[in-house]
């Protein structure tokens, strides 16, 4: 079993509309993480949880919001996708720095 | 600021030859965490090989291996007998001790070339 999965895998969406991607570990880590990379900028954290219903913002919080009810569960909406939140989003899972990554998300918002 | 700098943005490298990626990172911190990771083409995030700074030894993994200078603020990396496997984005990344958040570079474009 991975021990992160990230659901959808890709996301076509439209302008507007709230999108949900979520995280499921199977580590039982008290830390996880939302990132997302874009050209140029590397990796930006969004939101990060230090256990159930504990999270906090990132450099990049603006327009998301998360959730996480489950230490196995992170989930992070979009609340109104705009353009500009077109990028791979990654959910990781750990502490000390040494992740646990997800395989990504690639939302496109047309 | 803790900052972390890598610049080199595209490398490229002979099959079977060494190659070295550069970072360099600014903390005021004297316990801390250092990692590089791999990205390949498949998105996938890897980590490589972490170091901690209270150690004195360089990290070695397999063909892995790193060079860290405390003093200068430096950690490369070394990959041996490179390894079309290894064509990958490298990010190296930072932790500080009493901080779960890792700062990242933002890259090194590794080419191997047959």
């Known amino acids: 079993d991975a021990g992160i999965t990230q659901s959808p895998r890709h996301k076509v969406t439209e302008t507007g509309t709230p999108v949900t991607l979520r995280c499921h570990q199977t580590e039982n880590h008290r830390y996880m993480y939302w990132y997302r990379q874009d050209p140029g900028h590397g990796l930006r954290l969004i939101h990060y949880s230090y256990g159930v219903k504990d999270t906090d913002k990132g450099e990049v919080s603006d327009g998301y919001s998360v959730s996480r009810s489950k230490t196995e569960d992170f989930l992070l909406t979009l609340e109104s996708a705009t353009s500009s939140q077109t990028s791979v989003y990654f959910c990781?899972?750990?502490?000390?720095?040494?992740?646990?990554f997800g395989s990504g998300t690639r939302l496109t918002v047309v | 600021a803790q900052t972390v700098t890598q610049s080199q943005p595209e490398m490229s490298v002979q099959e079977a030859e060494t190659v070295t990626l550069s970072c360099t990172y600014d903390?005021?911190?004297?316990?801390?965490?250092l990692f590089w990771y791999k990205q390949p083409p498949s998105r996938q995030m890897i980590l490589v090989i972490r170091?901690?700074?209270?150690k004195q030894q360089n990290a070695t993994e397999n063909r892995f291996s790193v060079n860290f200078q405390k003093a200068a603020k430096s950690f490369s990396l070394k990959i041996s007998d490179s390894q079309l496997g290894d064509a990958a984005m490298y990010f190296c990344a930072y932790n500080a001790g009493n901080n779960r958040k890792l700062i990242w570079g933002l890259g090194t474009s590794l080419a191997v070339n047959p």
């Open positions: 903390t005021s911190e004297s316990d801390y965490y």
């Open positions: 170091q901690e700074a209270y």
């Open positions: 990781a899972a750990g502490e000390g720095g040494g992740y646990t």
